[in-house]
C-alpha cells in the first residue's frame, strides 16, 4: 500500500466556510488516521477573483481549527512552468494537439448542433487521426491545446462515497487544457498537482463530480495513478434548502467569534455525513481513530444549529473552570469590562456555565459581576414586596457575622424568612434583582457567595 497523501485544495475567492472546513477536516483525519501526509494546496489560478486576503482567511480558519497541513501550501499560480512543461510533454506524446478553431466557428457548430437537436460539443476538426489530413493552420491565430479524450468506452470509478459511477467517453469532448494564451485550465492543474503531489485519496466536495472522469482520463494519458474519489454530498441548512448565511455559510472565524469552542465545531463537522454508529460526542482523536470512507453518507447532510449549541455547551461544561474564564477574559477585556475588579471569574463561569451554550452567552452572564449593577426599579418594585424589608435588613445584618460560606448563607436565607414568615422566593426573589440586576440567576446562596460579603451587604442596604 502506497503512504496515503490527501490535499485540501480551496480556491481561494472567500472565506473558509462550513462546507469547505467539513472537505479540510475529513481530508486531514483521514491522512492523520493512516499516518500519512495532508497536502494544503491554493488553488488560485482564477485571478479575477483569488485575492491574498482570502487566502490568509482559509490559513485562518484551518488554524483556528487546527487543520494542520504536512506538505504545502502549494499554489498554483507559481507552477505555472510545471503546467506548460506538461502541456509540451502531451502534444509531443500526442496525446493533446492544437486546435485553431476560432470563437466564430465554434458559436456556428453550436447553433448546427443545436439545430439538430444533439448535444453541443467540439467536433474534433483539428483532432488528428491516423489518415486524417488535417486542415492548414490559420495564419495570425495563437491555438489553444486539446486534450485528446479517448474514443469509445467509459470512464469508471468506484466513488468511496458514492459507488461506482461510469461515464461513456463519447459524453466527453476533447477539452481545452491550454488556453489560446497559454495559461493552463483549471481541470489539466488539478491533474498535474494530484500527480506531481503523489495524492492517494482526493476528497472533496460533489460539486466535482463531473470533473473526475476528465481528471482520471488525463491522469491515465499522463501515466499517473488515479487516486480514489471521495465525493461528499453537499451540506443543507437548517430548513432543509441550500446552506446560507443564517446556518453555515459563513466564515468558520465567525463560530469564534460567536462563541463556539474549536472542539464543538470539529465534533459537529466531524458528524456531518459521517457516523460512527450512534455516537455524537468525541474528541479529535477518537474521530481520528475511527475516520474511514465507508461511513460517509452518500446523502446530504442536514445543518442542525440546535445541535452544534448543544455540543458547544457540552464542551465548554467539560473545560476546567480556569480555562472557561481564561476564555471569557479577553471577550469581557473587548467590551472594556475588568474582570479584576469583581469576584473570581473562574467561581463565575463555573456557576453560570450550566446555562449558557456559547461563550459570548457567558460572557453577557457573568459581565454582571464587574459592573456597577443598577437594579431596573420596576423590576425591583416587582419583586420586592413591604414585608420582604425587614426581612433583607435583618438578612443583610446576619451576613456579617457568618462563615463565608454557601450552606452557612443558606442557613441564614432559611432562618431569615423563617423568622418573617415569608416564602423563600418572597427574599430571594428581590435579592437577585439586587445583586445582579436580574430575576433570573443560578442558586441565590451561591450568587450571594460569589459576590462576596462586602458587596452584597452594601447592594441590599442601597435599595432598603
Ligand atoms: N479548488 C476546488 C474548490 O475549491 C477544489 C478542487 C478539488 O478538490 O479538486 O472547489
Given amino acids: 500500500m502506497k503512504p496515503v497523501r490527501t490535499r485540501f485544495a480551496p480556491s481561494p475567492t472567500g472565506y473558509l466556510h462550513i462546507g469547505g472546513a467539513r472537505t479540510a477536516l475529513f481530508s486531514w483525519a483521514y491522512a492523520r ?15 479575477a477573483r483569488s485575492t491574498p486576503e482570502a487566502v490568509q482567511a482559509i490559513l485562518d480558519g484551518m488554524a483556528w481549527l487546527e487543520l494542520t497541513h504536512d506538505d504545502g501550501p502549494y499554489y498554483q499560480m507559481q ?14 506524446q500526442g496525446h493533446a494537439y492544437y486546435c485553431y478553431t476560432s470563437k466564430e466557428e465554434l458559436d456556428a457548430l453550436r447553433a448546427e448542433q443545436e439545430a439538430q437537436k444533439i448535444k453541443p460539443r467540439y467536433d474534433g476538426r483539428w483532432r ?6 488535417l486542415p492548414t493552420p490559420p495564419a495570425g491565430i495563437d491555438p489553444v491545446v486539446r486534450f485528446k479524450n479517448p474514443k469509445g468506452g467509459a470512464v469508471a470509478w468506484d466513488d468511496a462515497v458514492k459507488g461506482r459511477i461510469e461515464i461513456s467517453n463519447d459524453e466527453l469532448d476533447d477539452l481545452i487544457i491550454a488556453r489560446a494564451d497559454g495559461t493552463p485550465t483549471y481541470n489539466f492543474c488539478v491533474c498535474v498537482d494530484d500527480w506531481d503531489m503523489g495524492i492517494t485519496h482526493v476528497i472533496r466536495g460533489d460539486d466535482h463530480v463531473n470533473n473526475t ?10 501515466g499517473a ?5 471521495a465525493h461528499l454530498s453537499m451540506i443543507l441548512g437548517d430548513d432543509g434548502a441550500k446552506l446560507s448565511k443564517r446556518h453555515g455559510a459563513v466564515s468558520v472565524m465567525q463560530y469564534d467569534e460567536d462563541g463556539f469552542l474549536k472542539e464543538a465545531v470539529i465534533n459537529y463537522l466531524a458528524r456531518l455525513g459521517w457516523s460512527h454508529g450512534d455516537d455524537e460526542v468525541f474528541s479529535r482523536q477518537q474521530f481520528v481513530e475511527w475516520f474511514d470512507l465507508d461511513h460517509i453518507t452518500a446523502s446530504a447532510a442536514q445543518f442542525n444549529t440546535e445541535k452544534l449549541l448543544w455540543l458547544n455547551q457540552h464542551y465548554m461544561k467539560q473545560l476546567p473552570a480556569a480555562e472557561l474564564a481564561a476564555k471569557i477574559a479577553p471577550r469581557l477585556a473587548a467590551r472594556s469590562i475588568d474582570c479584576t475588579t469583581g469576584p473570581s471569574l473562574e467561581a463565575a463561569c463555573a456557576l453560570y456555565v450550566d446555562r449558557c451554550n456559547t461563550l459570548n452567552v457567558l460572557a453577557d452572564a457573568v459581565e454582571v459581576f464587574y459592573c456597577n449593577i443598577e437594579a431596573q426599579p420596576e423590576l425591583l418594585a416587582q419583586h420586592l414586596g413591604e414585608e420582604a424589608r425587614p426581612a433583607l435588613t435583618d438578612f443583610a445584618n446576619a451576613l456579617a457575622d457568618i462563615p463565608w460560606e454557601i450552606p452557612a448563607i443558606a442557613a441564614t436565607i432559611k432562618e431569615t424568612v423563617g423568622k ?3 416564602k423563600m422566593p418572597k427574599l430571594a426573589m428581590p ?8 430575576a433570573q440567576t443560578p442558586s441565590v446562596d451561591a450568587v450571594v457567595h460569589l459576590l462576596g460579603r462586602e458587596r452584597v451587604i452594601t447592594s441590599i442596604k442601597k435599595y432598603l
Fill in 33 to 47: 488516521r493512516h499516518g500519512g501526509t495532508f497536502v494544503l494546496r491554493i488553488e488560485d489560478t482564477d485571478v
Fill in 79 to 92: 507552477r505555472m512552468d510545471r503546467y506548460k512543461a506538461v502541456i509540451q510533454e502531451m502534444l509531443s
Fill in 128 to 133: 488528428p487521426e491516423e489518415g486524417k489530413t
Fill in 213 to 222: 472522469p476528465r481528471q482520471i482520463n488525463i491522469l491515465k494519458a499522463l
Fill in 225 to 229: 495513478e488515479v487516486p480514489t474519489y
Fill in 420 to 422: 418573617h414568615g415569608l
Fill in 431 to 438: 435579592l437577585r434583582v439586587m445583586l445582579t440586576g436580574q
